[in-house]
């Protein structure tokens, strides 16, 4: 088990264009619902860039 980050509701949509093991999520914009707020805090060892695009994600059926 990770580290609770908090959560985001969200509208989505299931597609043929991305693998079916993986979720996608715009994190370019600033402001409260923005994805990196959500996301693993970790540097990458070789670049020292954010890992912004990997994180475990749980999905539900809002409702």
Same mark, same amino acid.
Request: some cysteine; aromatic content about 16%; hydrophobic content about 50%.
């Given at each position: 088990p990770g580290?609770?980050?908090?959560?985001? $509701?969200?509208s989505g949509r299931?597609?043929?264009g991305i693998r079916p093991d $993986?979720? *996608?999520m715009? *994190?370019?914009?600033p402001g409260e619902g923005r994805?990196? $707020?959500l996301t693993n805090p970790a540097l990458d060892p070789t670049s020292r860039m954010? &890992? *912004?695009k /990997?994180?475990? /994600?749980?999905? &539900?059926?809002?409702g």
């Open positions: 580290q609770w980050k908090g959560m985001n $509701t969200v299931i597609t043929t $993986t979720v *996608f715009p *994190f370019h914009w994805a990196n $707020t954010p &890992e *912004f /990997v994180c475990a /994600v749980r999905v &539900e059926v809002a």
